[in-house]
């Protein structure tokens, strides 16, 4: 891409690749499951052009980033961890910077902010709200007890057997399953049949806002080390519940907008909708100064409507320059 500077930088024992462009306040951005630093293209270009730093780490596990063998190398805590190490790295200078995150990106985001609050200005996630922690179910019980075994994030906790599907299903196809997807109920993976569709070699027609040349630089990518290390970010679903016991009933303590897409999967599961509208999200994002609802948009938002999103992000960040 055009511009976009790439480096390695080590962070706690491990090498991550980061893509970087322009000067100014640095905006870390975030991404999810299954992307890389790549989904955030459209708004590093915007946002360096309107005079920040766009950093956009492939997260651990992900691209050109070190994947360390272990499952429990993978916890939030260890993600955290390798944020704070890049900051100190490339933002020295800048007590706090601004925050972007989506899917996965999200989740960690609203830790970093549980975590070291004293690191971010303000945050823009998208797509996942915070929930507080439920200290009575364990995530993967409570997942399994409503939507069954062959929800997706189920199916993750399958070491191996997953991998192996996806590997048959070639990465290029996973990724138009996965970012074509605007089924807003529950993602179901039947064992052995993969996304469930009629014949796994049906014609996948590609969106507008994305191209084939963007599907091959994300599966060539993953085509390199698989989908474990990506994957492990579901298998520790019930670790980071464990390990954030102290952080029962906390509060996200910074100034907060949340974006999302009237049809992505995760707006439309189990009490979202009521929870994000009905004060649940604000009592415990008390800084959330608003709440967008896009129409007509699914879960990959910001590659979706990258232009309304890099206004999003802009009209929030300036401000608190």
């Known amino acids: ?28 951005f975030l991404h999810g499951f299954p992307e890389l630093w790549y989904c ?54 800048q007590e706090k910077v601004f925050v972007v995150g989506h899917d996965w990106g999200a989740v960690i985001a609203w830790h970093l902010c549980l975590f070291r609050p004293d690191r971010v200005k303000a945050l823009v996630n998208m797509s996942v709200a915070f929930t507080p922690r ?4 364990k995530p993967i019980q409570a997942l399994k007890a409503v939507y069954g ?13 997953i991998e192996d599907e996806l590997a048959n299903l070639g990465c290029a196809r996973v990724m138009k399953e996965f970012l074509t997807n605007r089924n807003p109920g529950p993602l179901l993976l039947p064992k052995g049949k993969g996304f469930g569709n009629a014949s796994p070699d049906a014609l996948i027609t590609l969106p507008s806002w994305l191209s084939e040349d963007d599907i091959h630089y994300y599966a060539s990518n993953f ?35 949340f974006i999302v897409g009237d049809q992505d999967l995760v707006y439309n599961s189990m009490g979202a909708k009521d929870y994000i ?38 009209d929030f960040f300036k401000k608190f320059d």
Not at 1 to 28: C, D, F, S, W, Y
């Open 1 to 28: 891409m055009e511009g976009i500077e790439h480096r390695t930088i080590r962070v706690n024992g491990i090498n991550m690749h980061v893509a970087e462009k322009g000067q100014g306040p640095v905006i870390l």
């Open 40 to 93: 955030w293209r459209h708004q590093m270009h915007a946002l360096a052009s309107l005079g920040y730093r766009a950093v956009a780490p492939d997260l651990r596990g992900f691209g050109d980033t070190d994947a360390p063998a272990e499952a429990s190398s993978y916890t939030c805590l260890h993600v955290v961890g390798d944020l704070i190490a890049l900051l100190d790295a490339v933002a020295a200078d």
């Open 134 to 137: 439920n200290p009575q179910y």
């Open 149 to 161: 075994g062959d929800y997706y994030m189920c199916r993750f906790q399958e070491e191996g057997d």
């Open 223 to 257: 085509e390199k080390k698989g989908f474990t290390g990506a994957l492990n970010y579901f298998r520790n679903l019930d670790r980071n519940w464990e390990l954030t016991a102290p952080w029962t009933g906390a509060r996200i303590l910074v100034p907060v907008k």
């Open 277 to 314: 509208h009905k004060g649940g999200f604000k009592k415990y994002v008390p800084l959330l100064e608003e709440v967008v609802v896009m129409e007509g948009v699914a879960h990959f938002i910001n590659e979706e409507r990258p232009e309304e999103i890099n206004q999003h992000i802009y």
